[in-house]
């Protein structure tokens, strides 16, 4: 098994395109339902990582600036890493993830394999 991560977001330029709060309420459930159901076929590598709003930013000539940005259009909502075979499996995984519902897109990666020593 690899691990993935999947980085979920969500477009937050434009008033129209925000979920309205009884829409957010419940996607709540489907969250859990469908992170309960990955963390269920053991799948689920860590759990749910929701972005804080801040971090930092090293930039060429190692300049070092805050974030988030209100000029970025997306902006990162949480992350998980999942264990799949392959890109598929973990494409297959992301399909259901809740943030489609509104709007947003999921981004995978696979995580680098931690070198080991000998």
């Not at 339902?33 to 971090?55: C, E, M, S, T």
């Not at 300049?63 to 297959?92: Q, R």
């Amino acid at each position: 098994m690899n691990e993935f991560l999947l980085i979920f977001r969500r477009d937050f330029s434009a008033k129209e395109n925000q979920p309205s709060p009884r829409q957010l309420q419940n996607s709540i459930k489907h969250w859990q339902d469908w992170l309960g159901g990955i963390a269920a076929q053991k799948k689920l590598a860590r759990p749910l990582q929701r972005w804080d709003g801040q971090g930092k930013v090293v930039k060429k000539g190692k300049v070092v600036t805050d974030g988030p940005y209100v000029e970025i259009k997306e902006s990162i909502g949480g992350m998980i890493f999942i264990w799949a075979a392959d890109y598929e499996e973990a494409a297959e995984i992301a399909k259901g993830c809740p943030v489609l519902e509104l709007g947003g897109n999921v981004e995978i990666r696979m995580a680098e394999t931690p070198a080991t020593s000998e």
